[in-house]
Every structure is written in structure tokens, then in C-alpha cells.
């Protein structure tokens, strides 16, 4: 199985779409470790344990970062 690395940004888009930053990573623990290396590179940036899902304030607007398929 691949997984694929989306982005959503929660401030700007009024579908919640999310947009692909990366795709067919071969192992869901690489995926998930890029996530959090990209997330936490920011300086405002959190993890929701309840969802796994990363978050990161960039230009002015939060957007999440996670894998998928979700476990």
C-alpha cells in the first residue's frame, strides 16, 4: 500500500478540500515522520491527538497535514 501526504488549509478554503503535497510513500511510519518533520518546522504548530492529525500556521492561515489512508 502507498500513502500520500494532504494539506488543508482551514482559514481560506470553504470546502475543506485538501490539496496533495506528496504521494505513493511506500511506508505509512515514513509518511507519518515527514508529517511531523514538515508541521513542526514551523514555528506555531500543534498535533490533535484525537484525529492525528498535525496543524502549522503559515501566511497568516492554519492549515492541517496528515496522511492518507488514515489507520
Given at each position: 500500500?502507498?500513502?500520500?501526504?494532504?494539506?488543508?488549509?482551514?482559514?481560506?478554503?470553504?470546502?475543506?478540500?485538501?490539496?496533495?503535497?506528496?504521494?505513493?510513500?511506500?511506508?505509512?511510519?515514513?509518511?507519518?515522520?515527514?508529517?511531523?518533520?514538515?508541521?513542526?518546522?514551523?514555528?506555531?504548530?500543534?498535533?490533535?491527538?484525537?484525529?492525528?492529525?498535525?496543524w502549522f500556521r503559515h501566511a497568516g492561515g492554519v492549515r492541517e497535514i496528515f496522511t492518507w489512508p488514515?489507520?
Amino acid at each position: 500500500m502507498s500513502y500520500s501526504i494532504l494539506v488543508r488549509d482551514l482559514t481560506r478554503e470553504t470546502d475543506g478540500a485538501p490539496k496533495l503535497l506528496a504521494y505513493d510513500i511506500r511506508d505509512r511510519s515514513a509518511a507519518e515522520t515527514l508529517v511531523s518533520v514538515i508541521a513542526t518546522s514551523y514555528q506555531d504548530h500543534g498535533f490533535n491527538p484525537a484525529t492525528r492529525v498535525h496543524w502549522f500556521r503559515h501566511a497568516g492561515g492554519v492549515r492541517e497535514i496528515f496522511t492518507w489512508p488514515r489507520p
